[in-house]
């Protein structure tokens, strides 16, 4: 399994956990990425020594030299994914193995040593157990578990660090958008780009969302909850949005996404839905669309829903797009969504807290 056997755990739980009642106060309404569990995980990698010291322990601030790696140098990736309550009152992870995997793929990307997949999905059922107590209820929301890695050697000189640092911390979260049911607006960030071929557009690395954050800020300023980016060659391609895929449905009820090109980040709830459609008899094109094309499309009624999709919000109408030459509406079905995505959602969201069945081996059960 990847090494895992040579790398045993020590857990140490937390003497001062969060109190019962106080906990069920956070969770009952935890918001995003605010409210954090009582452990972490850790995880130390050196050359010539591999990972070892595997940790379960209480959550803690970090203490860094002013010349470690990650600082200068920004060696960093990380990952998102979801612990479910379960309607048995167990819990469980959606495709932890494909997390792994992409983990691993970002790692060689940057010039990181790759931690073994089996090792990762570990990691997470260690958190999940110490911490199942956090899972909010089904209704309600569900565990984020955040897996990171950083250089942590301390020198100053563009070179791979000897050392690393892996770590997972978990929040338990409610909706990303606040008005995700009636449709998200977008705006169409025309000046910043997200990536290029050749670059790391396709890693889950910190750099990416620090290269949208401005576009994100105009988008803010112009009243939108999202931005969405165009290639960086022609600017007429839709790639992707800050943090989330994209899909469009039309009439003929075929589903269409930009393509995997290297630019875009393979995000694994975009392939969970992709398989979806296409099992439930929908014709799926990873093809590339233009914003002439979106604008056509949605105002002749060939093209009637949009919606972004990523693990933290899981899929979400797109109702608007905005940018500086005006606004249209992403599609005729109108700002709220239509049946697809409804459907696509909730065949989702239903095998992920496993109110249905699994025929895909992608929900795995922690306790």
Not at 152 to 165: E, H, I, M, N
Request: hydrophobic share 40%; glycine share 10%; with cysteine.
């Amino acid at each position: 399994m990847d090494g895992l056997d040579r790398v045993p755990f020590n857990v140490v739980p937390n003497p001062a956990p969060t109190p019962a009642a106080e906990r069920a106060k956070l969770v009952a309404a935890p918001g995003f990425g605010r409210v954090f569990t009582d452990h972490m995980v850790t995880i130390r990698y050196a050359e010539g020594k591999g990972w070892h010291d595997a940790r379960v322990e209480a959550r803690r601030p970090l203490t860094l030299d002013p010349a470690t790696a990650v600082l200068h140098y920004a060696q960093e990736i990380f990952e998102g994914l979801k612990a479910y309550r379960t309607p048995s009152g167990g819990a469980a992870m959606f495709r932890p193995d494909a997390n792994a995997r992409r983990f691993r793929q970002s790692a060689e990307r940057l010039a990181m040593a790759p931690l073994p997949e089996g090792l990762f999905v570990e990691s997470l059922r260690r958190l999940v157990e110490a911490d199942r107590e956090w899972i909010p209820a089904v209704d309600v929301g569900t565990l984020y578990l955040r897996p990171f890695m950083i250089a942590d050697d301390v020198f100053l000189g563009v070179k791979p660090s000897a050392t690393y640092l892996y770590m997972v911390i978990a929040s338990p979260v409610g909706a990303y958008f606040k008005n995700g049911a009636d449709g998200v607006t977008v705006w169409v960030a025309q000046q910043d780009t997200r990536a290029a071929r050749g670059g790391t557009g396709a890693a889950k690395c910190g750099g990416n969302y620090a290269a949208s954050l401005q576009a994100q800020a105009e988008a803010v300023r112009n009243g939108c909850d999202q931005v969405v980016f165009l290639d960086a060659i022609e600017r007429r391609k839709i790639e992707e949005l800050g943090g989330m895929n994209v899909c469009f449905v039309f009439a003929d009820g075929s589903l269409q996404t930009p393509p995997l090109d290297g630019t875009i980040l393979p995000g694994i709830t975009r392939d969970s839905i992709l398989r979806l459609a296409r099992d439930s008899g929908m014709t799926v094109r990873e093809e590339a669309y233009t914003l002439d094309q979106w604008k056509a499309d949605a105002a002749s009624g060939r093209l009637t829903e949009v919606f972004a999709c990523g693990t933290a919000a899981v899929i979400t109408p797109i109702g608007r797009i905005r940018s500086p030459e005006g606004e249209f509406i992403a599609g005729a079905a109108g700002p709220a969504g239509g049946p697809v995505t409804q459907r696509l959602r909730k065949q989702l969201v239903d095998i992920q807290t496993g109110r249905s069945a699994d025929p895909y081996g992608w929900v795995h059960s922690v306790c």
